[in-house]
């Protein structure tokens, strides 16, 4: 399998963070973007890639030589912008497979790609896109499928609460796409894919894997921690939840006490089941301070902890140990979030727990500082964002990015 990667952009949207880079060589946790969409690529079997470069081209061919991984890297140098499409008609003069694969150079995309090969290929198609429904957007426009997964038409970018769109990992047959008469410099997108749509036999695959375009300062920054870290995560690493805010609805200004007053969150039962099947090792951690000011005793504490255990497990999934921090807040206090009590007697239980391979996930600064300060990767649950740390909506939320992370 070979793969032609687009990676001679400016990245002007992205030269505060890029630092004089081509956007393709942005870091993320000191490595090139690029290495991340190279290995994914070669993960899914590709083993020559041609890397159409221009602007800073150097930098590219100093990093990866003439090889990355055993695999063979070649160059496609522009001397001048020559458009999306003029940058593919010119690296396929390196190709020698019948399709080949071309993906964008600031975006990554985890999807079958051997599946979206075999899928091009039995159907004859000329070029067959890789797809992604998405919800809540505006930066992208969207794609119309017929019921034999041809695309009929592309649609502006517009504010949308839901649609399908290019996630910018394609299939092209070589032949079909070279002898027609192009010009030198001229859009992939706008002169091939919506000028020739009716013409050309282009179809759609429908991925639920993973989908990042890095091309805003944003997105650059999420990219930090959801490639940086989460694409570092296997079935070796420890998840640990607080409770309150993430499994249950958390309770102004008070305690669940007892079993009336336990609320579990859309959805939260069903996530763990399946985040418990991705992680070696899930844990609560939560603060009970009401414990310490006599508003509950620790056997009541115990009744509702056997009641979310139960819960979950009716539901798929299985907590290996609840931790529990019952006294008052205070310098003693060693075991109370944001300390790292709880995280220790999860490591003296479980010695294969490792906090460099854990994600704390919680809704309060205290857990985010548990996460820290036992140098865990955090997941803060918010409905604002938070600036400091990458932020969920909810721990469904962050369930739906494990599986793409995993591959469903």
Same mark, same amino acid.
């Given at each position: 399998m070979e793969a032609i990667i687009l990676a001679g952009g400016l990245g002007t949207r992205l030269k505060d963070v890029s630092k004089q880079m081509p956007k393709s060589m942005a870091l993320i946790q000191n490595r090139p973007f690029l290495e991340y969409q190279m290995d994914l690529l070669i993960a899914q079997g590709v083993d020559k890639f041609v890397l159409s470069i221009g602007y800073k081209s150097e930098q590219i061919q100093k990093h990866f030589k003439e090889s990355y991984k055993n695999c063979s890297v070649q160059y496609a140098v522009e001397k001048e912008l020559l458009g999306t499409g003029g940058a593919i008609k010119n690296a396929m003069r390196f190709t020698t497979t019948e399709n080949v694969i071309v993906a964008n150079g600031d975006s990554l995309v985890v999807t079958d790609l051997k599946k979206q090969l075999n899928f091009h290929i039995e159907n004859k198609a000329d070029v067959t896109l890789a797809l992604k429904e998405m919800k809540d957007f505006e930066r992208y426009g969207t794609v119309n499928l017929d019921a034999n997964s041809r695309?009929?038409?592309?649609?502006?970018?517009?504010?949308? &609460?839901?649609?399908?769109?290019?996630?910018?990992?394609y299939i092209f047959n070589v032949k079909t796409f070279i002898e027609r008469k192009w010009p030198q410099k001229f859009s992939v997108e706008r002169d091939y894919f919506e000028a020739y749509v009716k013409e050309v036999k282009m179809l759609g695959f429908l991925m639920n894997g993973y989908f990042l375009d890095i091309g805003i300062p944003a997105d650059f920054q999420r990219a930090q921690t959801e490639i940086g870290s989460f694409f570092k995560i296997d079935k070796s690493w420890t998840l640990f939840l +607080? !409770? +309150? /805010? *993430?499994?249950? &609805? &958390? !309770? +102004?200004n008070d305690y669940v006490k007892n079993l009336d007053?336990?609320?579990?969150?859309?959805?939260?039962?069903?996530?763990?089941?399946?985040?418990?099947?991705?992680?070696?090792? *899930?844990?609560? *951690?939560?603060?009970?301070? /009401?414990? /310490? &000011? /006599?508003?509950m005793s620790e056997e009541d504490l115990k009744i509702v902890h056997e009641k979310v255990i139960s819960r979950i497990e009716e539901n798929g999934g299985s907590i290996d140990e609840v931790y529990f921090a019952p006294d008052l807040a205070g310098p003693s206090n060693k075991l109370r979030k944001p300390n790292i009590g709880m995280a220790e007697k999860a490591k003296a239980d479980f010695p294969t727990v490792e906090f460099h391979k854990s994600i704390m996930v919680g809704d309060s600064p205290s857990d985010m500082e548990f996460g820290k300060n036992a140098g865990m990767v955090n997941v803060f649950i918010s409905q604002e964002g938070n600036k400091e740390y990458y932020s969920c909506k909810s721990l469904v939320e962050f369930e739906a990015i494990m599986k793409s992370v995993f591959g469903g």
């Open positions: 695309i009929t038409n592309f649609i502006e970018k517009q504010p949308i &609460k839901e649609g399908i769109i290019n996630a910018g990992l +607080d !409770r +309150d /805010g *993430v499994i249950n &609805k &958390k !309770r +102004d007053e336990l609320e579990f969150l859309p959805g939260a039962l069903e996530a763990i089941s399946t985040l418990y099947k991705y992680f070696h090792k *899930v844990f609560i *951690v939560t603060n009970q301070q /009401g414990i /310490g &000011k /006599g508003l």
